[in-house]
């Protein structure tokens, strides 16, 4: 059974950083392409960032320059490290674990940022 559970989030001023985890459960993390994504009320759940097996990342315009996705396999635990923060970047943010064609997910951890 695979479980993902996040952590790390909570309310930081604006221009502050925060890093998330994800540690994942279930002897598949070092095979999939994990990824954050964040959802805000009202909203559609939305990817912020994402990083294959073999370590390629991708991001979401909104972040680049801002964020870091990374990995360590040998812990099952993923990072979003999270630089200069805007209120923009307020949402739940969700770990995401992609492997044989199916998604699993975490329950979520909230980020606030206050202007």
């Known amino acids: 059974q695979v479980q993902l559970v996040e952590s790390g989030g909570g309310l930081v001023q604006g221009g502050g950083s925060l890093r998330l985890s994800c540690v994942a459960s279930?002897?598949?993390?070092?095979?999939?392409?994990m990824g954050w994504y964040r959802q805000d009320p009202g909203k559609q759940r939305e990817l912020v960032a994402a990083i294959t097996r073999e370590n390629t990342t991708n991001y979401a315009d909104s972040v680049k320059g801002r964020f870091t996705v990374s990995r360590d396999n040998a812990k099952n635990t993923l990072y979003l490290q999270m630089n200069s923060l805007k209120p923009e970047d307020t949402a739940v943010y969700y770990c995401n674990a992609y492997f044989i064609l199916k998604n699993y997910w975490g329950k979520g951890t909230l980020v606030t940022v206050s202007s």
């Open positions: 279930g002897n598949i993390f070092s095979f999939s392409t």
